[in-house]
């Protein structure tokens, strides 16, 4: 029986263009698959959403790209706070489409009680312990199926934040978050990391265009092609059988939307 795709993401896997998920599907011609990929996720829904798509398929494998954490999902169940909500620029993302509520994950943007709880709550450290809590999750999850599970991050999300990358800069922060005492025993529980650069940090590497001026950290297609090429096909080629080899044209025709003034 085929494997039943299961891709989940923020707006750099999303795209307004062809992103790595768009170049996976293509490679491996797969039909079976589902897309979770949504502008504005945070690594809480992109890792839950994933997670309960798959019990819901057979041989489902499950490829997720997280994103920077100066950004959070907030669980929304409360039907005046829905209607509120439905109305905004990020509406519910749902973790299983039953549910009447959701994650209401807003990216950068910070709107209504989103705002006064970045100026006041909002911290650091707190996010990187939940996103490694929801790391080691998946990973258990995906061991104890025995499910085939590639963790990709798209941009080094432990080193810098996105309100820094869309300032365009010529080096790449580092706060070395993972060093962090109250940090480090979760980070011990980690099985890996597959790549710990990210999409952004393999392009700053590589000297390839990243930035946008009006999509800010938002990288074409040709980026996500040779992304894709380094650090997905090796492991997905053991999974799938490669049916497109050659994208080199598709990547740089899609490029082109990336150059537009806007989507």
């Not at 549910?99 to 910070?110: N, V």
């Amino acid at each position: 029986m085929p494997a039943n795709l299961i891709i989940s993401g923020g707006s750099i896997t999303h795209g307004g263009w062809s992103t790595w998920k768009d170049f996976v599907i293509d490679r491996y011609a797969i039909q079976q698959y589902y897309n979770l990929a949504k502008v504005g996720l945070g690594n809480e829904a992109i890792i839950n959403r994933a997670i309960v798509q798959s019990t819901m398929v057979n041989d489902p494998v499950i490829i997720i790209m997280l994103t920077n954490i100066d950004k959070w999902d907030w669980y929304v169940g409360d039907s005046n706070k829905l209607k509120v909500i439905e109305n905004e620029k990020h509406t519910i993302s749902p973790i299983h489409n039953n549910d009447s509520g959701g994650y209401w994950s807003t990216g950068s943007h910070f709107p209504l009680f989103k705002e006064y709880y970045k100026k006041h709550y909002y911290d650091t450290t707190y996010q990187v312990i939940q996103t490694l809590t929801n790391i080691i999750m998946i990973q258990s999850y995906c061991t104890k199926k025995n499910i085939p599970l590639l963790i990709l991050f798209d941009s080094p999300i432990f080193e810098c934040f996105e309100s820094e990358l869309n300032q365009n800069p010529t080096v790449l922060p580092n706060h070395a978050m993972l060093d962090n005492p109250s940090v480090l025993p979760y980070v011990k529980l980690i099985d890996h990391f597959h790549d710990d650069c990210g999409l952004i940090g393999y392009c700053f590497k590589h000297g390839i265009p990243w930035y946008h001026a009006t999509y800010k950290g938002h990288p074409g297609s040709t980026a996500h092609y040779r992304y894709a090429k380094s650090h997905i096909y090796n492991w997905a080629d053991n999974i799938f059988k490669v049916v497109n080899n050659d994208q080199t044209h598709h990547a740089n025709k899609m490029d082109k939307l990336w150059h537009l003034p806007k989507y």
